[in-house]
């Protein structure tokens, strides 16, 4: 399965996408800093945009690597500037608790 980092800084949420995604067979690591996760030795960038969004958006350019992004249902200017910032994949924040195991799945390398 995929290396996955992980930088989503609300410790409930963020447990349960490790927790989740663990169960399906992804490798996770935590990252509490966006230059943490840019220098990440990952397949996957998962990246929370719920807080924290102009600085977290600049992991758009990281190359190399697929970029999973989810944000607030009620913030759909997140989810556009996400977009154009060069995230592969941008998902409400229900949708990743809902299927966090298939949407990394969508994105790892085979």
């Keep these: ?15 349960k996408l490790e927790g989740g995604l663990r169960a399906v067979g992804h490798e996770v690591a935590r990252y509490s800093s966006v230059d943490e996760a840019r220098g990440a030795d990952a397949d996957i960038l998962v990246v929370d945009l719920t807080s924290d969004v102009d600085s977290r958006l600049g992991l758009g350019d990281v190359t190399g690597r697929p970029k999973l992004a989810f944000y607030s249902h009620v913030e759909h200017d997140t989810r556009l500037r ?12 229900s949708r990743m608790a809902r299927e966090m195991g298939a949407l990394v799945d969508r994105l790892a390398p085979r």
């Design 1 to 15: 399965m995929a290396r996955v980092a992980l930088l989503c800084p609300d410790l409930l949420f963020g447990s």
């Design 82 to 93: 996400a977009e154009e910032a060069g995230f592969d994949l941008v998902v409400p924040r």
